[in-house]
């Protein structure tokens, strides 16, 4: 049997997984909903994941292969994940990575800085040497500015003031009543948890929305993308500061769902770090993160051959 590569990437709002060959062609792909451990009920989590894994171990027969080496990446319960793999693959070897790595590999680049932008937000500084500085990731609750959670939150809270007509009139107020399915901006309470809060990634999922309210003029939605950018750019500074980075361009890679707004968010970026005293090399945004998984499990393989 041939040995395949699988990526598992999990994610605030969606899970990615990919089941390629030794060459990185993807064989077979497979889309579920979160991985988060804020907001995932374990047992409900196992069943559908077994089930995608199983579609997953299908193909690989199809294709006459065998997984044998599997990556990980970004927030999840990773022992959960780690024993349904096994559950579905039998015997495979783990290779733990993180979004940072992930993103820089779909680039064949090792140094330099990711910006992530999902349903969370952190940035990280890889060097040369393989040091690394973290920032942001504080969750929804204490931090993730310029996050799609971030984005869907302020935009909820223009909507419910210009509703009550104590806030600016926007075209959100509409919008996200029909995308949420409910009367008035009040009602979106009857959606919260058990917590007292609409979930991560429902909250996340309306990022589309103010992208199309923001490309269509509202003023509302395209303020709070230029907030957004701004927050990321201050988080990238931050990062490279405490990393203490050299002044020549260095690499920055952009990951994540808000990056699907374009120059709405990353105009206001670029101009906020072009301010500061580091000079960018940009990247495009990586559209399937779990490809940079690949990349890596490929590296693996031919650094221990």
């Not at 990773?78 to 024993?83: D, F, T």
């Not at 940035?123 to 393989?130: A, D, H, K, W």
């Not at 750019?233 to 690499?251: C, F, H, M």
């Not at 101009?271 to 590296?299: D, H, Q």
Request: aromatic share 6%.
């Amino acid at each position: 049997m041939n040995d395949l590569l699988l990526a598992f990437e999990g994610g605030g709002t969606k899970t990615r997984m990919l089941l390629a060959d030794v060459a990185g062609r993807v064989l077979a792909a497979e889309t579920g909903g979160s991985s988060s451990a804020l907001y995932i009920q374990p047992r409900d989590y196992a069943r559908s994941t077994r089930v995608r894994l199983k579609r997953l171990r299908q193909a690989a027969r199809r294709a006459g292969g065998q997984v044998r080496l599997v990556g990980l990446a970004a927030p999840m319960n990773a022992s959960l994940v780690e024993s349904l793999i096994r559950e579905v693959f039998g015997k495979v070897t783990f290779v733990h990575t993180c979004e940072a790595e992930i993103a820089l590999a779909l680039f064949d680049l090792r140094w330099g800085v990711s910006l992530v932008a999902g349903t969370g937000s952190s940035c990280r500084y890889l060097s040369r040497t393989g040091a690394r500085v973290v920032c942001g990731g504080l969750g929804p609750q204490f931090g993730d500015e310029g996050s799609g959670y971030w984005i869907g939150k302020e935009a909820i809270a223009a909507a419910m003031r210009a509703e009550k007509g104590q806030g600016s009139h926007t075209s959100l107020l509409e919008r996200l009543c029909a995308f949420y399915a409910v009367p008035d901006m009040w009602s979106i309470l009857n959606l919260c948890d058990r917590s007292g809060h609409v979930p991560g990634p429902r909250v996340a999922a309306s990022v589309p929305v103010v992208i199309e309210a923001a490309r269509e003029g509202d003023s509302v939605a395209r303020e709070l993308f230029r907030r957004a950018g701004k927050a990321l750019a201050e988080l990238v500074l931050d990062t490279v500061s405490r990393a203490r980075a050299a002044r020549r361009p260095i690499p920055l890679v952009m990951t994540g769902g808000v990056f699907r707004a374009g120059q709405l968010v990353t105009g206001p970026l670029k101009r906020t770090l072009r301010r500061g005293p580091v000079v960018f090399e940009y990247y495009p945004e990586a559209a399937e993160p779990a490809l940079g998984i690949i990349r890596v499990l490929m590296r693996t393989q031919q650094e221990g051959r």
